[in-house]
């Protein structure tokens, strides 16, 4: 590729950390424009700066509550109680974990997962994982369309076959939030994920009977057969969503945190606090979900037919089963629920979709298409479905859904985990050697709960029978598996090139910001090579803010293909 002139270096390099300048064509572009406060001691927790820091664990936050996650508490409360719940709370322990990966990777370079992955990954290997990715967004758009949908037919009576085609209009939502700022867009969904804790809280209150029973599940681990095995693995897999990976690295960017190592830190022990409150909520939700069901069932006026309907078809006949618990509020208060679900969580799959695109492509999209296209796409076979096989189909699509978002989970939890791991990549703020080994084991115990969520959903399936297609699709599953297997392992054996400082005491972050300063346009000064239309620009810091000998010698250590 040519090399860049000084105003496609500027750009460049401002976009690759995530800081491009402003553009009505772009829909993306990490800004820090939240300020973060200065405090007089530091070393005190503040919760002034907890404010500024309020907000991207929110977002992060609906992948944990969506409409697929709601499908598998139902059902894990209906079969076997509250003896599951122990899964919901390491799952999302463990979900804390992750998350927190991805806000030490942006702390630490000032880019996301996205642009890291464009950096370091040559053309062949980035477009596939590119790919794989916009196949996330896709996936984890298909529940929410069809939750958004049974919420529609819950309230309002309306099928669920112009319900689907009526949350294309969310797309208009979606914009018209995000026109308003992100820190808009962050109190909007927060206030969604309000409305669905308080319904469910409502619910809860009304039907928690069994206290006991409900400690026991949390803190006993038990698992009856394999039926309650294949839901525990389904419950882990529904709560880490593979897009989350991309939007929380990114959102953490939209704050303008301090350079140096010690802020950096400080604005990880705050989003580490954000993130558990906003965890916390969405743990609440699912309990709350899986007890209302248990609660349900051993209601002795519940019918076998309709204990069958809640196992079978969870999201569709949730609130008429409620109802003997709950009375004629069972339906409203779970279809806003299910509604405050499905708008959340297709609006931060939309702003995931966007920094995917523009990290691994530097594609920028107007935001109305971007989100068109992933709309269209998630909405198309959801309307097949439910044309031809009805509202079971459609749920029945949810569960398809969820698989492949199993497949992809590792595609960007590889990545992420050998990124916090390199020092080169994060400098001061890389992964200790126990931090290391941690982060490996818990992601191989995702990945392989993963993998036997997949096996047993192919078995469960019917469509390895002992007849001559069922051979070849088992040969075929087989080759496919090995293909798969082998990317992972290059992927996790692949050893990271991307070096961001060679000083291991460096902040990678910290000589971004001061080469972005060195490339800051100057009114008064220019550069041979100004492209015309673009403006001048200056290779020095403008006079009230000289740059010094070290911030120089900082800057000249970036990459040459970024300045």
Not at 81 to 97: E, K, M, P, R
Not at 323 to 331: D, F, H, I, K
Request: proline share 6%; charged share 15%.
């Amino acid at each position: 590729e040519a090399g860049p002139g000084p105003s496609s270096a500027r750009e460049e390099l401002l976009g690759f950390v995530g800081h491009a300048t402003k553009s009505s064509e772009s829909s993306a572009d990490v800004v820090a424009d939240v300020e973060v406060p200065d405090d007089d001691n530091d070393d005190k927790f503040s919760w002034r700066q907890l404010w500024a820091f309020m907000g991207p664990g929110f977002l992060m936050s609906i992948a944990y509550v969506d409409p697929g996650n709601l499908e598998s508490d139902l059902q894990a409360g209906a079969k076997y109680g509250n003896t599951l719940l122990w899964i919901l709370l390491w799952a999302t322990v463990c979900g804390l974990a992750i998350q927190m990966l991805t806000v030490r990777l942006a702390l630490a370079t000032g880019m996301h997962l996205s642009q890291l992955c464009r950096s370091e990954y040559p053309k062949r290997v980035r477009i596939p994982l590119w790919l794989v990715a916009e196949m996330t967004i896709v996936a984890s758009d298909v529940p929410e369309v069809i939750g958004t949908a049974f919420a529609l037919k819950l309230l309002f009576g309306i099928p669920t076959f112009y319900g689907v085609l009526i949350t294309g209009l969310d797309t208009m939502l979606f914009l018209a939030v995000q026109a308003f700022g992100v820190r808009k867009l962050e109190a909007l969904i927060s206030a969604l994920v309000g409305a669905m804790a308080l319904c469910f809280l409502v619910e809860g209150v009304m039907a928690w009977d069994d206290p006991a029973g409900i400690a026991e599940g949390l803190l006993v681990p038990t698992v009856r057969d394999s039926g309650a095995l294949f839901i525990a693995i389904s419950l882990l897999g529904a709560i880490i969503m593979p897009h989350n990976l991309y939007l929380h690295s990114a959102l953490v960017l939209t704050r303008a945190v301090r350079p140096g190592a010690p802020a950096a830190r400080r604005a990880l022990q705050y989003n580490a606090v954000e993130s558990a409150i906003a965890l916390a909520v969405t743990l609440f939700v699912n309990i709350a979900v899986v007890t209302i069901a248990a609660a349900t069932i051993d209601d002795p006026s519940v019918s076998p037919e309709l204990r069958k309907d809640l196992i079978d078809a969870p999201l569709q006949n949730a609130s008429h089963l409620l109802r003997n618990v709950l009375g004629p509020s069972a339906a409203v208060l779970f279809g806003i629920a299910l509604l405050a679900s499905g708008q959340s969580s297709t609006m931060t799959g939309t702003y995931a979709g966007q920094f995917v695109m523009e990290g691994f492509l530097r594609m920028k999209l107007a935001p109305w298409l971007r989100s068109l296209i992933t709309r269209s796409v998630a909405i198309l076979p959801s309307l097949a479905v439910t044309w031809v096989m009805g509202d079971q189909g459609s749920e029945q699509l949810i569960v398809i859904s969820s698989v492949v978002l199993a497949i992809q989970l590792p595609y960007g939890l590889i990545p992420l985990v050998k990124f916090v791991s390199a020092a080169g990549v994060m400098g001061p703020m890389a992964l200790s050697s126990r931090e290391r080994v941690g982060s490996w084991v818990l992601s191989a115990v995702i990945v392989g709960a993963n993998m036997v969520l997949i096996v047993q959903t192919l078995f469960e399936s019917g469509i390895l029978a002992p007849t001559a297609a069922g051979v070849l699709l088992g040969i075929l599953c087989a080759a496919a598996t090995l293909a798969y297997l082998g990317t992972l392992f290059y992927l996790a054996l692949r050893p990271v090139t991307t070096r961001l400082v060679e000083d291991a005491g460096t902040l990678p972050r910290d000589l971004m910001q001061h080469a972005a300063v060195l490339l800051k346009p100057s009114p008064t000064s220019s550069v041979e090579g100004d492209v015309p239309g673009e403006g001048k620009f200056s290779p020095v810091m403008e006079p009230e803010e000289p740059a010094s000998a070290g911030q120089r010698e900082q800057a000249s250590l970036l990459p040459a293909s970024r300045v």
